[in-house]
């Protein structure tokens, strides 16, 4: 293949040694370099003209987005999401599933080597792997568009059209666009007009040749961003509009703009700071956008690292269950799926009806579908279209939940509970243990122990109780629950050998210590919850998962200003922090520094 017709970004030159050797190039250093940066003209991979407005943003240029690299790779599910949908806008009405299907070992490959394959900030680690998956998913795409049954849904396009060279640029100046998610810039049309050189007529082989080069594009692949005007401060600049709408999709939706959004850009309409809001809260409604916000929470949240409670021994749940609960019941292996199920339908159930975090972390609202959970609970199922209450505030917020109470073997390890809700609702990021403890159980001898006393016995020395004493506290107040999640009244020391040991008093009284320092006591999780909002330490982790989660990097000092709004959003409502994300300056301004 004469590869010297391919014009790519500078940035882009170690993917581009990659996959000539993928098409099979004569020279890779026969592939033309473009200008790239925010003026470049460019072929694929150099920037187009940019359009749209300058938008200061509501914290002023002193707020940006400080990750510093130009381009961001798209993850494993954002590359599936878009080539769905822009087969979709190619082809017009198509069935997503058929596509996928015949994607589905590749799509597989590229999310489990996800992190593996991943290039640096740069690009610059560009990994043969990603390079191999990605160029074999742009041929596997190119071809089925190009499908004999698939070709006239194509050149619907060329309606009219005589010559093929004018067919084939109505071809690409509808795909590249939208694979680009911009104009295409008049270097990058030429380039890829020179890729079908047949003239006699519309060649379906070269056709698919030149959709395997925009789908291996960086242009595709990563999110560009030049930013446009004058620089805000030194090497900061505003987003122009596709840029913003990329943003704004990617972060509601992990996929390309949709043609109302790719209108809005062209017309300059998203420099409006209503108009931003509105489609954002318009793609977060839709059924991407909802699976984008419960992939939030459980992230946030750590669900998916729910303990399995068919891993507490048989003979350990035969004693810890109230009667009427078979501990060999047929739905125990389905429990842990239920409970993540169950708190993200609470979560979800209270951001779509616009409440605050602290109305989901002490709500009493109980959403339990699972026959067994809900007899763990002692209450009747519910959902989020019926949902009950817990009656005399037994459940109060999301953390007295069997996702988060779960635990393994035959007692409750309240370190393990207080290190997790430290880690997720506070955003303290504590260290592991540096050691893999077993299961906790009982001692069959001796005078019968509680966990809590366990506990203190086994971190008493100064090295442990050094990181201990920040979260064993969290754990101590939630030991009105055992470790199958049910709620208790008195603590059964239990072991194989001798049974029923005995039941002791529980002493939930304790200092989460949050702040770290404040010695305040407290005796119940809703006493907790409340303690902690008052202590804003839960509202600013909110705000700073959000501004990851939209800006896909860890949030920075530059981010200061951004995170002081989003909290004060966040006394409206949850939903309101992840609309006003999109006001902000780390949002619409991107730094070069």
């Known amino acids: 293949m004469d590869c010297g017709r391919i014009k790519v970004g500078a940035g882009a030159w170690l993917m581009v040694m990659g996959l000539a050797s993928l098409l099979g190039c004569d020279d890779p250093a026969l592939l033309m370099v473009g200008e790239g940066g925010a003026s470049g003209s460019g072929g694929v991979g150099g920037s187009a003209g940019m359009r749209g407005a300058s938008t200061g943003g509501v914290c ?6 400080s990750a510093n690299e130009g381009w961001r790779r798209l993850s494993a599910l954002q590359i599936e999401n878009t080539l769905l949908d822009l087969s979709a806008a190619v082809l017009g009405d198509i069935n997503r599933n058929t596509i996928r299907e015949s994607l589905a070992l590749l799509l597989s490959e590229l999310t489990k080597g996800d992190t593996e394959y991943a290039l640096s900030q740069a690009g610059e680690n560009a990994g043969a792997a990603f390079v191999g998956l990605t160029f074999d998913l742009a041929m596997a795409v190119s071809r089925i568009w190009t499908k004999p049954e698939q070709q006239s849904r194509l050149l619907r396009l060329c309606d009219g059209v005589v010559l093929a060279t004018d067919c084939v640029g109505r071809v690409i100046d509808h795909v590249v666009p939208l694979a680009f998610r911009r104009p295409i810039s008049t270097g990058e049309r030429q380039a890829l007009m020179a890729i079908h050189s047949d003239t006699a007529g519309v060649n379906p082989d070269q056709l698919w040749e030149l959709f395997t080069v925009i789908l291996t594009s960086p242009e ?10 004058p620089a805000l401060v030194p090497d900061v600049y505003a987003l122009d509009g596709f840029e913003i709408a990329s943003r704004i999709s990617y972060y509601a939706t992990d996929s390309m703009p949709d043609e109302t959004l790719r209108r809005l850009a062209q017309d300059g309409a998203l420099a409006d700071a209503e108009q931003r809001k509105e489609q954002l809260s318009r793609l977060m409604d839709d059924a ?38 078979a ?8 429990l842990r799926t239920a409970a993540r199920f169950e708190s993200l339908t609470l979560a979800n159930l209270h951001l779509w009806n616009d409440q605050s975090l602290d109305d989901l972390m002490t709500t009493n609202l109980n959403v339990t579908s699972h ?5 763990l609970y002692g209450v009747s199922t519910a959902d989020a279209d019926n949902p009950g209450v817990f009656d005399n505030g037994d459940r109060p917020g999301l953390f007295t939940r069997a996702a988060t109470l779960f635990q393994r073997g035959s007692r409750t390890n309240p370190g393990k509970r207080g290190f997790r809700i430290r880690n ?19 001692p069959s001898t001796g005078a019968p122990v509680g966990s809590r006393s366990m506990t203190e016995l086994e971190v008493g020395s100064p090295t442990c109780l050094s990181c201990h004493n920040f979260f064993d506290g969290i754990g101590f107040i939630f030991e009105g629950y055992d470790n199958l999640a049910q709620r208790r009244q008195v603590e059964k020391v239990i072991t194989e050998d001798a049974g029923l040991r005995a039941e002791l008093a529980i002493n ?3 200092a989460p210590q949050v702040p770290i320092g404040d010695d305040t006591t407290v005796g119940d999780p809703l006493g907790l919850m409340k303690h902690m909002f ?26 200061a200003c951004t995170l002081s709004t989003l909290v004060e959003s966040g006394d409206v409502s949850m939903r309101q922090v992840f609309v006003d994300m999109v006001q902000s300056g780390s949002f619409l301004q991107r730094s070069f520094r």
């Open 424 to 442: 997720t609702l506070l955003c303290e990021d504590v260290p592991p243990h540096p050691i893999a403890f077993p299961a906790p159980s009982y």
């Open 288 to 325: 991407q956008g909802r699976a984008k916000v419960t992939s939030f929470f459980d992230a946030w949240l750590q669900f998916s690292t729910a303990a399995d409670p068919a891993e507490v021994p048989l003979w350990a749940r035969k004693l810890l269950l109230r009667p009427g609960i």
């Open 508 to 510: 939930a009284v304790a």
């Open 60 to 65: 002023g240029a002193s707020s940006f987005d």
């Open 371 to 375: 026959p067994l959970l809900a007899q």
């Open 220 to 229: 595709f692949l990563y999110r560009m961003e030049h930013g446009t005007g």
């Open 327 to 334: 501990a060999d019941d047929a739905g125990w292996p389905e």
């Open 534 to 559: 008052m202590s804003g330490a839960v509202d600013a982790c909110f705000a700073k998962r959000v501004l990851e989660h939209a800006m896909e990097r860890t949030a920075s000092d530059e981010d």
